[in-house]
């Protein structure tokens, strides 16, 4: 990914963005195909979750050029409205207020974090606009109302998950690093749980904030504990500095992390220390399956860049909210319920998308063991480390 | 033990760090007598130019610090001619705010250049490692305490032996005097910027070496952090913020040692807290330096406030009690649903800072106890909004002033910094505790406003609750500052020991206005909660604490109207600008920056 291109491309999208948010102008221009059906995102543009939103985006735009270039959904072309809320609870709430009040969205998605997504839900639950949040695994979220819905890869199927690769691996006795945010504290609580239940000990479990930098002091507790591997619950960017500071003040303890890290970012930040990581992934851009492959491939073409997770699921929420609305018709019920109806819809994460209408979740993301290898990851390819 | 020893190195590896950004703003403060709320800012450009240089350049590690020395130098001696030379004489608030101004444009250029996306800073340094005790030290942390003990040194010298450095120490002492004797104020000045932001941008590219890592986020932690190390070494001495710095950084580390991860800031607050009440000079800050004025208050320039008919502002606000009837547009009625909101926070800084003359950076704080207060009552005891709403406001108003007490002997920029800490360490509180408060996770399922059964869901009725409750403080805080006890808060603010010496029991007029204010704001947080219906240690940031801050001195420091129409502007300029969303902050920042040189004393006059 060079860096110029980034540069050079970010105008385009601003002056997309800028075009889509008047919306009039937007629908002057697409009159020949009808009027388009809208879609609200709410998410971060601005502040400390901006690099978030700017990810979605890339995802969204993928999207809707494929579903616009095949006659868009029933014959009009599907379009988004991209409004900043900095991941702040208190301009979610006046965006939902905002698209309940315009009758042209449909469906909301977003926002990024559970503080701002939720605080939004109850206006959304009300005014009977479905709230599409794809990236909020708090284990409460759905449960806002029957229009609140999520296809995040639930932390309960998740965290299971890694505990049993950990199991794989030989691991007896681990070290727990999580984020301390919502989503960390319930990982790390799941994680707990099922590593017990798989026979291994959880040494010690260290809490840090997002914008924690220095780890040196936090790595002597998890050395003095003495255990034979440490599992991060982290995102790419903090997952990189602490697998780096792990190496650099030479602990040679295997890490294992959550599949959150997984991005091309991981390693570009993480450097030589992300060698020898081992992750597993809902997304991986080497796995066979077709879907994955047809979205790298276009993925590539259009951004000259890997894609990650966050490309992923914001790829494979457009395209669900497409075919609900295609099926089932732009109506804000009408999507409530295709929801709930819809079965088996193509997906990048979980293969084939089903909701359950009770939890208002999509189950069994398929997922792939990987490891990182000379600077890339790769599947697992079955060796365990050596512990002691 | 060996571990005790890991513990101690790694204090002093990232108390380096911390040094060497309260270097920078000991610098700043020393000659301006101003907390440099952009040195963080400039950090960040400081690593994103040395970024830039490698990437574009391929320079070498030495070519690259020159080559960010000079533009963060040269960045320094322009934010000091454009944005801060024109409020000389100013109140001393106005340089402050802008240079938070300041920090919001520049961190939101580099983020529109650059992309939020975090970056990886290679550095070219040779790989070795030398072991201690069970850890080691790399190439880049002996860089990193060479260049902070060797700038700490050079400054010193340069302070203590040369011209320049007369003439800076002369104009710290007394900026007229030295003015008298020829000292050219305007281009000391204007080195001293250079220097320091030339220090700051070089610990920025240091930093993100040593991590491998740069984002446009990191401004506000490395602010923060070297604020703190500076006010421990005494604000404004130089070889005081290194040791001050290192002090931080072995606090950080063996807070760890004791009770985890999750508990580091808040040792580093309470460190902070510690010292303000302990030594407020700090360590080597000897006597002199505390400072005499408030920071507001007799400073501000003098302004007659702008007088409003009483007919105009009973239309006014029988207008805003119509609006709903007139416009169903939820969006518009949640809007400023959510500027009565910050209106009640407003009003309660206006009260602290405009007539009290204690500012706070604290608000958030009183607004997050006064929001997990009734949030708790609410969900775990099933406490009726009607009654958990007022009890939270109730105990904000108690535990901030309590939390606050201690800190009401300090004076000027020391009561800001403290009470900045203490919003803080509420935030760190309601994160650890988790048997409380559910930590991180949050409180989830607060029920609406609702009273005697009927709940209070719809935009216009949360509309009219909020209006009507900032209506009423609005009111009440009028009347009391109109009566005997406001003048006495202001004669507190003018002149604290002419007020004591006339029989004012200073501290208790302080903890009355606390009080009150601190009611004002936990009732705003409590209705927040309810009307979010969810809430965690994120939801009251330090951000917000700022953005009151900036709709005070908006409106007019101590204006009651003017905290209003404030919190009006600037939560609903950001709405008006969202067209532009990308580059909304930034706006934001200008708007402010230009108010701050233009029109000081606030759109409707300090009182």
């Not at chain 2, 800050?285 to 702008?306: H, N, Y």
């Not at chain 2, 002419?498 to 409590?526: C, H, M, P, T």
Request: net charge neutral; hydrophobic share 50%; aromatic share 10%.
């Amino acid at each position: 990914m060079s860096p110029s291109r980034r540069l050079s491309r970010r105008p385009f999208v601003v002056a997309l963005a800028a075009a889509l948010s008047f919306s009039p102008l937007a629908a002057f221009a697409q009159a020949a195909s009808g009027d388009p059906v809208t879609i609200g995102v709410s998410g971060p543009l601005t502040g400390p979750n901006a690099q978030y939103g700017a990810q979605w985006k890339k995802g969204f735009d993928l999207a809707l050029d494929e579903i616009n270039a095949k006659g868009g959904v029933r014959g009009r072309p599907l379009q988004y409205v991209f409004e900043d809320s900095q991941a702040d609870p208190r301009q979610t709430v006046a965006i939902a207020q905002k698209f309940v009040g315009d009758p042209k969205i449909v469906v909301e998605v977003g926002d990024f974090s559970s503080t701002a997504s939720m605080a939004a839900s109850s206006i959304y639950q009300r005014a009977g606009l479905v709230q599409f949040g794809f990236t909020n695994s708090h284990p409460n979220f759905t449960k806002g109302g029957d229009y609140i819905w999520s296809n995040s890869v639930s932390q309960a199927d998740e965290q299971p998950r890694l505990a049993k690769y950990a199991a794989d691996l030989g691991f007896k006795k681990l070290a727990v690093l999580y984020l301390n945010t919502d989503w960390g504290r319930a990982s790390q609580n799941l994680f707990g749980e099922a590593a017990k239940s798989l026979g291994i000990e959880v040494v010690a479990s260290e809490g840090y904030q997002p914008d924690e930098k220095d780890f040196r002091s936090t790595l002597v507790r998890v050395r003095d504990a003495k255990p034979d591997g440490i599992v991060l619950i982290s995102y790419y960017a903090d997952g990189a500095l602490i697998s780096r500071q792990i190496r650099s003040v030479g602990l040679t303890t295997p890490i294992v992390a959550s599949g959150s890290v997984y991005s091309p970012k991981f390693i570009e930040l993480a450097g030589d220390a992300a060698n020898g990581v081992f992750s597993e992934s809902n997304f991986f851009p080497g796995d066979a399956r077709p879907e994955v492959q047809a979205f790298v491939t276009k993925f590539r073409a259009r951004y000259n860049e890997e894609p990650d997770d966050f490309n992923a699921v914001a790829y494979d929420t457009i395209v669900l909210l497409a075919a609900v609305i295609d099926r089932y018709g732009p109506d804000r019920k009408a999507i409530r319920d295709g929801l709930a109806e819809i079965k088996d819809v193509p997906s990048v994460i979980y293969g084939k998308a089903t909701f359950d209408p009770e939890t208002r979740r999509v189950a069994g993301a398929r997922a792939v063991y990987l490891v990182v290898k000379d600077g890339k990851f790769a599947l697992w390819d079955g060796v365990k480390p050596v512990t002691n | 033990m060996n571990s005790l020893i890991d513990y101690t190195v790694n204090g002093f590896v990232i108390g380096n760090i911390y040094a060497l950004l309260a270097v920078g703003l000991a610098l700043i403060f020393g000659v301006a007598n101003l907390i440099n709320f952009a040195h963080g800012s400039v950090y960040t450009i400081g690593a994103y130019v040395g970024w830039a240089a490698i990437t574009f350049l391929h320079t070498p590690l030495p070519a690259t610090m020159a080559i960010v020395v000079v533009v963060c130098g040269a960045l320094g001696a322009l934010i000091e001619r454009v944005a801060l030379r024109p409020l000389q004489g100013r109140a001393r608030i106005a340089p402050l705010l802008a240079t938070i101004g300041l920090s919001f444009v520049l961190d939101q250029i580099v983020q529109l250049v650059f992309s939020p996306d975090p970056r990886a800073l290679p550095s070219d340094l040779p790989d070795w490692r030398i072991a201690i005790g069970g850890g080691s030290v790399g190439a880049m942390d002996v860089l990193i305490a060479t260049v902070g003990v060797f700038s700490a040194a050079a400054l010193y010298a340069f302070l203590r032996f040369t011209r320049l450095g007369y003439a800076v120490r002369a104009i710290a002492q007394d900026r007229d005097a030295a003015k008298q004797m020829g000292v050219d104020v305007d281009s000391v000045n204007s080195a001293v910027f250079a220097i320091a932001s030339a220090l700051g941008g070089l610990s920025g590219l240091l930093v993100g070496m040593y991590y491998n890592h740069i984002d446009p986020a990191m401004s506000f932690q490395a602010t923060l952090k070297g604020v703190v190390a500076q006010v421990i070494g005494g604000v404004g001495n130089v070889p005081g913020a290194i040791v001050g710095g290192l002090l931080l950084g072995l606090t950080e580390s063996y807070g760890i040692a004791l009770f985890g991860t999750t508990y580091r800031n808040l040792f580093a607050f309470v460190l902070l807290i510690l010292f303000l009440l302990a030594m407020p000079n700090g360590l080597f800050g000897g006597r002199k330096s505390i400072e005499a004025e408030p920071l507001t208050g007799s400073f501000i320039a003098p302004s007659r406030a702008v007088k409003i008919p009483p007919a105009a502002l009973a239309a006014l606000i029988l207008a805003a009690f119509a609006l709903p009837l007139f416009t169903g547009a939820p969006y518009l009625l949640q809007t400023l649903t959510n500027a009565w909101l910050a209106g009640l926070v407003a009003l309660s800084l206006t009260l602290v800072a405009g007539t009290t003359g204690q500012m706070s950076f604290g608000q958030a704080g009183l607004m997050a106890i006064g929001g997990y207060a009734s949030a708790l009552l609410a969900v775990d005891w099933g406490v009726s909004p009607l009654v958990s709403v007022p009890v939270g406001g109730l105990i904000a108003a108690a535990l901030g002033t309590a939390l606050a007490y201690p800190a009401f002997r300090l004076r000027g920029h020391y009561i800001a910094i403290a009470t900045l800490a203490i919003g803080e360490i509420v935030a760190l509180v309601i994160l650890n505790w988790e048997s409380l408060t559910r930590g991180a996770m949050g409180v989830t399922g607060i029920p609406p406003l609702s009273a005697f059964g009927h709940e209070a869901v719809s935009a216009k009725a949360v509309y009219w609750i909020t209006l009507a409750a900032l209506a009423a403080f609005a009111g009440l805080q009028a009347r009391l500052v109109n009566s005997h006890f406001g003048r006495t808060l202001r004669a507190v603010r003018e002149d604290e020991i002419a007020a004591r010496s006339n029989g004012v029991d200073v501290k208790r007029y302080k903890a009355l206005a606390f009080a009150f204010a601190g009611f004002g704001a936990g009732v705003s947080g409590a209705v927040a909660a309810h009307l979010y219906s969810y809430l965690n240690n994120q939801t009251f940031d330090s951000q917000l604490s700022l953005l009151a801050v900036t709709m005070a001195i908006f409106g007019g420091m101590g204006n009651i109207l003017g905290a209003i129409l404030g919190a009006v502007a600037l939560v609903a300029l950001p709405e008006a600008f969202r067209f532009a969303a990308e580059y909304r902050i930034l706006i934001y920042g200008v708007v402010l920056l230009l108010l701050i040189r233009f029109r000081p004393q606030g759109l409707l006059g300090a009182v």
